[in-house]
Structure formats: structure tokens, C-alpha cells
């Protein structure tokens, strides 16, 4: 596997609302740069689509980011690059991998929620993002980086 590099903890946040939680993306987002890659892992309504979402708008995108029901990517324009969002959840880990690596750009800032069968293929460090539900409505957020 390409990431054999150690994973480093950059972060961890206690979040307690959707408020909380967007205001650590927004302040992850100013660690990206065109060309990174985030993968964020999670059980389903743990909020990682909240936090893209906040990480997003921060990057300059208008629109809201979605869940894919019925696609796997959802391209977004962010201030100076593409914004990319794969769902892979309902892929069962099937996907077209030659699809899927033309997103891969200089200009292009990548997210991927559920990437378990995709980390393989991978051929470059990126963030990882975990939330775990605990009590209530409070996650813990950590942010990873391989390097």
C-alpha cells in the first residue's frame, strides 16, 4: 500500500454541536492547499458531511455539500480550484478506479467520506479526518495526516 508513511495527529476536538464542529473545519481548511486530499471516515450521522461541508465554504464554494443518493462525485467551485466530493458509501467498495483518478489534479482539492477499499490505490499522503459519535450530541474530531 502507497501510505506506508506514519499518520500524525494534528488535532483532536471535542464538538458538541454542528456549530462547534463546522467552526474546527473551517479552521482545518486553512491547512489545505490545491493538489491535497482528505478522506473522512465516520459511522452514518456522525457529521462528516457537516464538516465538509463548513470546510468548503470556507475554500469559497456557494452551494451546500450533499450526500450522494444517486452520484458518486459532486464537483463544487471554490475560490481558486475545484472541490471535489466522492460519497462512496453505497458503492460497497466498487468503483471505476480509471474515473476515479482523473479528478486528481494540482488544481483540484479532493474529499472522499467512507474510502475504505479506495486507501490502496492511493499514491500520495493525505489527511484523514475521524469523528466518533460519543453521548449525546458530542463527536470526537480528530485530524490525521500521513507524512
Known amino acids: ?47 462528516k458531511t457537516t464538516f465538509l461541508n463548513a470546510v468548503f465554504k470556507e475554500l469559497g464554494s456557494n452551494e451546500n455539500v450533499i450526500s450522494s443518493s444517486f452520484s458518486l462525485v459532486y464537483e463544487y467551485k471554490g475560490r481558486d480550484y475545484k472541490l471535489v466530493h466522492f460519497d462512496l458509501y453505497r458503492t460497497g467498495g466498487r468503483f471505476n478506479y480509471d474515473e476515479f483518478i482523473e479528478y486528481f489534479g494540482e488544481e483540484n482539492i479532493i474529499a472522499i467520506e467512507w474510502p475504505y477499499n479506495v486507501k490502496k490505490y492511493l499514491k500520495f499522503f493525505p489527511y484523514l479526518i475521524t469523528i466518533k459519535l460519543l453521548k449525546g450530541d458530542a463527536r470526537e474530531i480528530k485530524i ?4
Open 1 to 47: 500500500m502507497a501510505m506506508s508513511a506514519k499518520l500524525k495527529t494534528l488535532n483532536i476536538f471535542s464538538s458538541y454541536s454542528a456549530i462547534e464542529t463546522e467552526k474546527y473545519a473551517r479552521k482545518f481548511a486553512g491547512l489545505l492547499k490545491p493538489g491535497d486530499l482528505i478522506l473522512l471516515e465516520g459511522e452514518i450521522g456522525s457529521g
Open 144 to 147: 490525521l495526516k500521513y507524512g
